[in-house]
């Protein structure tokens, strides 16, 4: 099966800078993806990464390392509606199709 | 251009009574799937469609059937709800099988948020 691993809550300041890390282990791996959520609402896709390196996106990036298994996504000049749960998700092959596995989430808080 | 449409959403439930969530895209998108969220968790994977007359079943398919007669709609069907089945259902869709492996973006609805007591 599949199976990531992230943070379960994040707290930052207004301004600050923060970075959720998420690690993977999965067969047939073409990629990782990044969502945000508010309070249940529908996830909304942030950023992916199909090979090494950082993507940048406005004040987020995403990284990826492939013979790590691992990817981050990065957040800059937090702001308040920067409160959100931010899901990774890896997109693998199952047979003939592709899928897309979620972690369970990071909840980042932003303070004033 | 509407997107991605779920109905009801909002529905409580008996144990043992069915009943189906709709899922309706506008966007021409082959690839449809669904999720369910629970409290705490990130989305599961129950069945997905890489197109009319394909599915496929996903991480927790079990008590629930899907069917693709139409690009546009993918019904999810509970046969016999359970309160284990209380969640928040996500219907998502892309353009195609390929555009998600070389996007990794899905396109969700706003959700439907079933209640079995």
């Known amino acids: 099966g599949q199976s990531l691993e992230q943070p379960s809550e994040v707290t930052a300041v207004e301004g600050a800078i923060v970075q959720i890390n998420c690690t993977y282990q999965?067969?047939?791996?073409?990629?990782l993806s990044w969502y945000q959520q508010h309070d249940g609402g529908a996830p909304t896709f942030l950023s992916y990464?199909?090979?090494?390196g950082l993507e940048e996106t406005g004040r987020f990036s995403s990284f990826l390392s492939r013979s790590d298994s691992y990817g981050y996504l990065l957040l800059q000049e937090l702001q308040m509606k920067d409160s959100a749960s931010y899901f990774c998700a890896v997109i693998w092959t199952s047979g003939s199709a592709r899928q897309l596995t979620f972690g369970s989430g990071t909840q980042l808080t932003v303070l004033p | 251009n509407a997107g991605v449409t779920q109905t009801p959403k909002f529905q409580v439930l008996k144990t043992g009574q069915s009943m189906t969530l709709q899922c309706a895209q506008d966007m021409n998108h082959e690839y449809m799937s669904w999720y369910r969220q629970d409290p705490g968790m990130g989305l599961r994977l129950i069945h997905y469609s890489v197109g009319a007359g394909i599915t496929d079943q996903g991480e927790v398919p079990n008590g629930y059937n899907v069917s693709r007669s139409t690009t546009e709609d993918f019904p999810l069907r509970l046969l016999s709800a359970a309160p284990s089945q209380t969640s928040v259902y996500f219907c998502a869709s892309n353009p195609q099988d390929s555009y998600l492996a070389n996007t990794g973006e899905l396109f969700f609805g706003e959700g439907s948020r079933l209640t079995v007591l």
């Open positions: 999965t067969s047939g791996f073409y990629g």
């Open positions: 990464n199909g090979l090494d």
